[in-house]
């Protein structure tokens, strides 16, 4: 049987463009991971790794042109978005590589023996090793930062992991491309080519996350397919680490201070925030609770003037259009839900942002409305109007895990005045990043950020986004009674790379 043709499709007309390639075979897939762990020892060097990174953000930043102009023909994000994007892509590189070159991610410890402490110490020194190759599943709502490119691929190579990418089908053009220019910084650092290995198809990721050399995994996507992965990783005759961005609703709380003090602005920046990028993004806010009455009232007037004002976009591909046309009817069906602006489609190639409303106590017991706390991909939100403090509980206890959840407070409140508190208090438990006064769409790339939160937000506690984010491709070891000659040169008294380091129960940098 002749293997599968890959096509880059338009998502503005639905038409293909271009053959990119075929779907990889279970061979091809094979003949990729071994390419990748027979580069580890390339990546072995600290300094080589560096400054490979750099390369590959002057090599990218060198293609910009062409590369926004592949990933807007295949995406529809637009030449403003994606030169940000790429932007922010190139920086993440240049980060991971001073990370890389600082070394307090290996943490390293060393402990020389003392027969006083009780048990004896015996020569004891710790620091974190690669795992081996990483698989990479990209994601379709950001074509760089979360593709080929991306953070889960930047870490993985700072860490010193090989990768094996599987591309998405929603731009395999711009995979392809930005594979070639990654591997052309590779060359210029005598990395060889395999190791970054790039497969397309369905059955090539299953294969991919099967494969034995493949020793850990980082995926973004959907709830089904990343659950799929996540099982498939823990069933392997050797389980592998799976970090897996899966689905997250994002919830708001607008305490009825909030609402009287600046319903107008809440309004407003929640609307900005729903459609950005066609409502594309994964920390979308997709659940707010608004109180009834006039703030509730004003806040939601705003938000209608707010959305009816934008205009219909183009989603990613036809089967997200589709999929978010029948899942916005579907839950605006439900008994009690209104539709103030009417989200769906937009025409024949586009959507049309709205959001619908629902009294809170609907969704504080179980039944029906239960759609309405699953995540609907595309500019849509749900907003719960809520009566009191018990009903805003209720609906929070009911939620699963988010990567972000975010309370709008008062002046008064953001102060320490009243119901602030707690609240923070109350929703910290239920996602990675917790906003005051704020908007979750847009994930700064910084030491402190963490992208990830409580199943099904992510199947991990770690952070896709960030200098953390590398953690995840390592694994510590200590080395017990071991000669200083045999030593990795990083554990060795003399620490001769000036690494920092705890050493004797002191810590140096």
């Known amino acids: 049987m002749a293997a599968a043709p890959v096509w880059s499709v338009d998502p503005r007309t639905g038409k293909q463009r271009e053959q990119v390639a075929v779907e990889a075979t279970a061979q091809e897939v094979d003949a990729a991971v071994?390419?990748?762990?027979?580069?580890?020892?390339?990546?072995?060097?600290?300094?080589?790794?560096?400054?490979?990174?750099?390369?590959?953000?002057?090599?990218?930043?060198?293609?910009?042109?062409?590369?926004?102009?592949?990933?807007?023909?295949?995406?529809?994000?637009?030449?403003?978005?994606?030169?940000?994007?790429?932007?922010?892509?190139?920086?993440?590189?240049?980060?991971?590589?001073?990370?890389?070159?600082?070394?307090?991610?290996?943490?390293?410890?060393?402990?020389?023996?003392?027969?006083?402490?009780?048990?004896?110490?015996p020569d004891l020194r710790r620091y974190k090793v690669p795992l081996g190759v990483v698989a990479v599943y990209s994601a379709s709502n950001f074509p760089f930062a979360f593709s080929v490119p991306g953070g889960d691929t930047a870490s993985a190579l700072a860490a010193g992991c090989p990768v094996v990418v599987k591309a998405h089908?929603?731009?395999?053009?711009?995979?392809?491309?930005?594979?070639?220019?990654?591997?052309?910084?590779?060359?210029?650092?005598?990395?060889?080519?395999?190791?970054?290995?790039?497969?397309?198809?369905?059955?090539?990721?299953?294969?991919?996350?099967?494969?034995?050399?493949?020793?850990?995994?980082?995926?973004?996507?959907?709830?089904?397919?990343?659950?799929a992965l996540f099982d498939a990783a823990a069933a392997r005759p050797v389980p592998i680490p799976f970090h897996g961005e899966l689905g997250s609703l994002n919830p708001v709380v607008v305490t009825e201070a909030a609402a009287v003090e600046r319903a107008e602005a809440i309004g407003a920046g929640l609307a900005g925030s729903m459609t950005l990028g066609v409502g594309q993004f994964c920390v979308k806010p997709g659940l707010v609770l608004v109180p009834a009455g006039d703030a509730g009232d004003g806040l939601v007037k705003s938000l209608t003037d707010a959305v009816s004002a934008t205009d219909a976009g183009v989603l990613l591909d036809h089967r997200m259009r589709d999929n978010f046309v029948a899942g916005v009817a579907e839950r605006a069906a439900l008994p009690d839900v209104d539709s103030p602006v009417t989200p769906g489609s937009g025409g024949e190639h586009t959507v049309s942002a709205g959001f619908l409303t629902v009294p809170a106590a609907r969704l504080a017991a179980e039944?029906?409305?239960?759609?309405?706390?699953?995540?609907?991909f595309g500019p849509v939100t749900v907003v719960a109007r809520y009566q009191d403090e018990g009903e805003v509980r209720g609906v929070l206890s009911r939620l699963p895990g988010n990567l972000t959840a975010t309370v709008q407070l008062s002046a008064e409140e953001v102060a320490g005045e009243g119901a602030g508190a707690a609240l923070l208090a109350e929703?910290?438990?239920?996602?990675?990043?917790?906003?005051?006064?704020?908007?979750?769409?847009?994930?700064?790339?910084?030491?402190?950020?963490?992208?990830?939160?409580?199943?099904?937000?992510?199947?991990?506690?770690?952070?896709?986004?960030?200098?953390?984010?590398?953690?995840?491709?390592?694994?510590?070891?200590?080395?017990?009674?071991?000669?200083?000659?045999?030593?990795?040169?990083?554990?060795?008294?003399?620490?001769?790379?000036?690494?920092?380091?705890?050493?004797?129960?002191?810590?140096?940098?």
């Open 427 to 509: 929703v910290t438990p239920l996602a990675g990043r917790v906003l005051v006064n704020g908007w979750p769409t847009g994930v700064a790339v910084a030491a402190a950020q963490q992208h990830g939160g409580p199943y099904p937000a992510t199947t991990s506690t770690s952070t896709s986004v960030g200098g953390t984010a590398i953690e995840r491709w390592l694994r510590p070891v200590a080395y017990q009674g071991v000669p200083e000659a045999l030593l990795p040169v990083e554990l060795r008294d003399d620490n001769p790379q000036g690494l920092p380091r705890r050493f004797n129960g002191v810590l140096e940098r």
């Open 34 to 121: 071994r390419a990748a762990h027979a580069a580890r020892d390339a990546l072995a060097d600290r300094a080589v790794r560096a400054a490979f990174l750099r390369s590959a953000a002057d090599e990218l930043k060198a293609a910009e042109s062409t590369l926004v102009e592949v990933a807007d023909a295949e995406t529809a994000l637009g030449p403003v978005r994606l030169t940000g994007e790429l932007a922010r892509t190139c920086y993440q590189l240049r980060a991971f590589a001073d990370i890389v070159d600082e070394g307090e991610y290996l943490g390293v410890v060393v402990n020389h023996p003392d027969d006083t402490a009780t048990p004896p110490i």
């Open 169 to 227: 089908p929603d731009h395999p053009a711009l995979s392809e491309l930005v594979a070639k220019v990654l591997r052309r910084a590779a060359a210029r650092h005598g990395i060889p080519d395999g190791v970054l290995g790039l497969v397309h198809g369905f059955e090539a990721g299953v294969e991919l996350i099967k494969h034995p050399l493949v020793a850990a995994a980082g995926f973004t996507g959907s709830v089904r397919g990343g659950r």
């Open 367 to 376: 039944g029906e409305h239960d759609l309405l706390l699953e995540e609907c």
